[in-house]
């Protein structure tokens, strides 16, 4: 090898990164006896960015291009090495490369039970997993803050910073919030999007966005998991009573096309009243007229179905029930011809 070819190796002309692994989050150019040819290129893909560094001091930013390195590219390095507008040497600097690519999928969990603080149920201790997923949009920041010099600074590496980040976060948040904990572990989007709220600004302060976070599971205490249980299953029975009512509506037209219609209409509709206002009573504490309508049915049908109670009194029971809407004036004529048919043979 001539010595001209020697000189000549010294020398870069471009410089860029291809990328080998979804691993590497930054990548610094290797610089050793190496200088960068004034008028090279830099070539900066999409879903990266480059940093240059001068003596330890972040020079020039670049996006996304393909740049011819002069001192009308790099103004701060120009600045910063007091080069003039003819300098052509070749020169000295470290550069970075950053990965913008978004990371998704990334898994977030509680090694060990945490506790915090609520103002229903005192100290709650409880674990929690999920996935989130984030990106590299601040170079300078994340240079300054997390990779620094290293050569290679890797994915698993950032997140084992970030997940710590992740729990000291989601302690204080819901510790500290003033929505209850029983509604938000009932709802972990609720949760989640409380998490991430305060998530965007921790991430932001070392150039990484945050773009989802979502809580999948969380495990609870027997006894809390319990009262969570509890307050789901009040929710879906709070409108009990109306879907009894309904029932009873749907079976007043089937029960009259029976045989004895009068009678199994009576027994059926008093049977499915009595179970509307019970269950309205005990979960939503039924007003005092609706409360009166279930022994008003119950008379009804017991005088239907023994038949031995003065017909005047049946008829007048059965008004009472058309007024409240609970048959119709088909099935009110029914029973009513049933109890003067009977009258009369």
Request: charged fraction near 20%.
């Amino acid at each position: 090898m001539s010595f001209a070819s020697f000189i000549k190796k010294q020398f870069i002309d471009i410089l860029q990164w291809n990328e080998e692994s979804d691993e590497v989050l930054a990548w610094r150019f290797p610089m050793q006896d190496f200088e960068i040819q004034y008028g090279g290129s830099l070539t900066v893909r999409e879903s990266q960015m480059a940093v240059f560094v001068n003596e330890g001091k972040i020079a020039d930013v670049f996006a996304p291009g393909l740049y011819k390195l002069t001192t009308h590219t790099l103004p701060v390095l120009t600045y910063l090495k007091n080069w003039d507008k003819l300098f052509e040497s070749p020169f000295k600097s470290d550069v970075s490369f950053f990965s913008t690519r978004l990371q998704l999928g990334r898994k977030w969990g509680t090694p060990q039970p945490i506790t915090i603080r609520d103002k229903d149920f005192g100290m709650v201790r409880l674990r929690a997993f999920g996935m989130y997923s984030y990106k590299i949009i601040d170079a300078r920041k994340f240079y300054t803050e997390i990779s620094g010099t290293r050569d290679v600074y890797t994915r698993d590496e950032l997140e084992q910073q970030l997940r710590n980040l992740v729990i000291s976060t989601m302690t204080n948040t819901l510790g500290g919030s003033s929505i209850p904990f029983l509604d938000m572990a009932g709802n972990q989007g609720l949760m989640a999007d409380k998490i991430k709220e305060e998530l965007l600004t921790v991430f932001d302060r070392y150039g990484v966005a945050l773009d989802s976070f979502v809580v999948e599971n969380v495990s609870l205490p027997e006894e809390l998991q319990k009262a969570i249980d509890t307050r789901i299953s009040m929710g879906m029975m709070g409108d009990m009573a109306k879907f009894t009512q309904y029932q009873v509506a749907n079976a007043i037209p089937l029960a009259a096309q029976n045989e004895g219609g009068a009678a199994g209409l009576g027994a059926n509709l008093a049977a499915g009243v009595v179970m509307g206002q019970a269950m309205a009573q005990g979960l939503k504490q039924a007003t005092v007229d609706t409360a009166q309508a279930a022994p008003a049915a119950g008379v009804a049908a017991t005088s239907a179905a023994v038949g031995g109670e003065d017909p005047a009194v049946r008829l007048g029971q059965l008004k009472n029930l058309l007024d409240q809407g609970l048959i119709v004036q088909a099935d009110y004529d029914n029973a009513k011809a049933e109890i003067l048919r009977k009258l009369i043979s």
